[in-house]
């Protein structure tokens, strides 16, 4: 069972417009929460976190909502621009009721930022 | 370079042969992790070293996977009698130990294993 879901493949935006992808956990003791960027051929490039005690967490242009309540996070990206064009993962760790040394990836939205 | 490192970046091998990749994390790094991925798919946790001990194994890592930390610094992960569905992106990734920062791992750039 996916504990850590990213239900669109797939986003298309416009140049200078917000993205806006979303995650869903279903591990109530996650304890962290991470998105992070991939390119083809490279590996995961960490991008923002945040912890569960906040709901908020800025970096730039790039900005993570999270939700206890509702088991959500979002990130939002403003102004978006062609070189965000990448696969995005959410990514939540530890599971104190699992492991505690990895993080739980979700299946990645691959977001297009079309010109 | 500070960043992850890892060699090969790609590797071919036949069904049945062994393969072994390296991974050198950022130096003042003391975790160490193994994850694997598929086509579509996010990163799965394999295993994970804190300095030289590995702390945890997922069940996906069979006993035909071995991983090592001899001295705390980089890393190997050994597959021994290769199937096809090994193929896979294998990636390491480091983080800190203490601290909320332990939670950010950093990824290198990943083998990529095709076995025929």
């Known amino acids: 069972d996916q504990q850590v879901k990213q239900n669109s493949p797939s986003l298309s935006v416009q140049e200078g417009r917000i993205s806006i992808l979303n995650c869903d956990y279903t591990n109530s003791m996650f304890d962290y929460f991470l998105w992070y960027k991939k390119y083809p051929a490279e590996g995961p490039t960490f991008l923002i976190s945040?912890?569960?005690?906040?709901d908020k967490n800025e970096d730039g242009r790039f900005t993570v909502f999270l939700n206890k309540s509702a088991k959500h996070l979002s990130l939002h990206i403003v102004p978006s621009q062609p070189g965000d064009s990448a696969v995005y993962f959410c990514a939540a760790g530890p599971n104190y009721g699992g492991s505690q040394g990895n993080l739980i990836f979700g299946k990645g939205t691959k977001l297009s930022v079309k010109p | 370079d500070t960043g992850v490192s890892q060699d090969p970046r790609h590797k071919i091998t036949k069904r049945g042969q062994n393969v072994t990749f390296r991974c050198d994390p950022i130096s003042e790094h003391n975790r160490l992790y193994w994850y694997r991925q598929t086509l579509g798919q996010g990163p799965e946790f394999l295993t994970y070293f804190q300095n030289e001990a590995q702390l945890e194994k997922s069940r996906l890592l069979s006993d035909r996977f071995s991983a090592e930390r001899p001295k705390g610094s980089f890393s190997t992960l050994e597959i021994q009698r290769t199937e096809q569905g090994d193929s896979a992106m294998y990636l390491c990734a480091s983080s800190e130990m203490t601290g909320l920062f332990r939670y950010e791992q950093y990824f290198g750039p990943g083998t990529r294993l095709t076995v025929t």
């Open positions: 945040i912890s569960s005690i906040k």
